[in-house]
């Protein structure tokens, strides 16, 4: 997902207000790449030492620049395409990453070197069937490779395959009885059946997920049912949908009309990228409960995020009626109202989200991104969002970010490059405001600064959208 895409995505994104949370699934960090010895002199070497270097200290740009003049000095050699591949999976760039290990099968890279990274690529996509695949192939080459093993059972867990994850898990803790995730995972696993056995689990994993699901174990009584659509909700809050579906789906299977159940499941496959399976058990959840907020609300964020905001809109209007003091719906109305093109109702609900939550910091970066990334300066409500979020988060570098941006659009250059640096003093790794720093150098014809500062955003780890937008901002800089 774009988060700088659609007029819905961007706010809905950074917000986890009120419950009504939207998640990504994590994976493992990959494994490193064992390298065929390679000469010590020469460019080749020379090349692929620099490529490290680079790589190591976060210059993946031209790390990936030294990675491929060391592959076109030695075309026969598959080490340079093997570190562009990890380089790849570190930087968020899984379909680069399987061209490159294409390249290096092609330059006959041994498969004990390929399985692995093709897990992590194509569990970077989404692509579980694969990573079964690809995961089992690493572990028969290397079954000690913990890494491969997390993958695994991760795919596992958001195929729904619990059985077969709970083995793997098993495999993981038996191997390192330090393992916390591997305890977490393996004690969220059990409590969807055997609570007394989830229990050491959860208490040696020592994690904040495990620790809400003690409480739940501990405080959610005896109703199978409602235990486990706790222990999905609080998987949901946690960043794992995978684990979060397990539980709620066995859920409604034991009460078919449990509307909270089929409305966290909706949310929760939502989030694993079958909208489909998850409009089917929001749609449910309205119909058994019309009245239910949590249900409403969640199937009013389905369409919106769908791009349908005609279909969002009287659910999400429902769930204000239900619910006015809850600044989120006031928040959801505006973004749906501008989805729908009508922008003095977004600024009318727009107000009243921060008359709601004056004092809260994620309403107001709400606010002043929607205005801000559509450069809308009418009225100062872009400047008015950023400064006040600024003045609320003085050590957010997000919100001297947008400050800065405010300050950039309205031609306030000074302050606008004041703001920026602040913020990229208080997070070095804030692609948006290395982006914004290197607009702002465009603006004043500095363009060697603003090529330094595009290139370090292009560095980190950035959606693809954002990362398509940077490169045609420095294409156009590209001969000045």
Request: hydrophobic share 45%.
């Amino acid at each position: 997902m774009n988060p700088r895409g659609t007029e819905n995505t961007g706010i809905l994104c950074a917000l986890c207000v009120s419950g009504v949370l939207l998640f990504t699934a994590c994976v493992a960090h990959p494994p490193a790449v064992p390298s065929p010895a390679i000469p010590t002199t020469g460019p080749f070497p020379v090349l692929l030492a620099l490529g490290d270097a680079r790589a190591a200290t976060g210059q993946r740009t031209a790390a990936e620049d030294a990675y491929r003049q060391a592959a076109a000095a030695r075309p026969s050699d598959p080490a340079p395409a093997l570190r562009l591949a990890l380089l790849y999976v570190e930087w968020n760039r899984p379909a680069e990453g399987l061209a490159a290990l294409d390249e290096a099968r092609q330059r006959g890279a041994a498969a004990a070197q390929v399985e692995p990274l093709l897990s992590a690529l194509y569990a970077a996509q989404g692509d579980w069937t694969a990573v079964v695949e690809h995961g089992t192939a690493a572990l028969v080459l290397d079954p000690t490779d913990a890494a491969a093993h997390h993958l695994l059972a991760q795919a596992y867990v958001n195929l729904g395959r619990a059985d077969e994850a709970q083995a793997a898990y098993q495999a993981l803790v038996a191997a390192d009885p330090t393992d916390s995730l591997a305890h977490e995972r393996l004690g969220g696993l059990l409590a969807l059946s055997d609570p007394a056995a989830a229990r050491p689990h959860l208490q040696a994993a020592a994690t904040p997920l495990a620790a809400d699901l003690l409480a739940v174990l501990d405080n959610a009584g005896d109703v199978p049912a409602y235990r486990l659509a706790r222990i999905g909700q609080a998987c949901l809050e946690h960043g794992e949908p995978g684990l979060a579906a397990l539980a709620l789906r066995r859920a409604v299977v034991l009460n078919p009309a449990y509307a909270d159940g089929h409305a966290l499941l909706g949310q929760a496959l939502d989030a694993l990228g079958d909208p489909a399976a998850a409009q089917e058990h929001l749609e449910t959840a309205a119909r058994l409960a019309p009245d239910a907020v949590l249900a409403r609300s969640l199937l009013g964020l389905h369409y919106l995020r769908q791009g349908n905001p005609t279909a969002a809109r009287p659910h999400l209007e429902s769930a204000y009626t239900l619910d006015p003091q809850n600044p989120a719906f006031s928040l959801y109305l505006a973004t749906l109202y501008a989805a729908l093109g009508q922008y003095a109702a977004a600024d009318i609900w727009w107000d009243e989200a921060t008359r709601l939550a004056a004092q809260d910091p994620l309403i107001w970066e709400a606010m002043a991104r929607f205005y801000l990334e559509r450069g809308i300066t009418s009225g100062q409500r872009g400047w008015l969002a950023a400064h006040t979020l600024a003045s609320l988060a003085p050590q957010s570098g997000v919100a001297h970010d947008l400050l800065g941006w405010a300050h950039a659009l309205a031609g306030r250059y000074d302050e606008a490059q004041d703001e920026l640096l602040r913020a990229l003093e208080l997070d070095p790794s804030l692609v948006s405001a290395y982006d914004h720093l290197g607009q702002l150098y465009t603006l004043q014809g500095r363009y060697e600064e603003a090529r330094v500062a595009f290139t370090r955003a292009l560095d980190a780890n950035t959606d693809p959208a954002l990362r398509s937008e940077i490169e045609d901002r420095l294409s156009l800089i590209a001969y000045r």
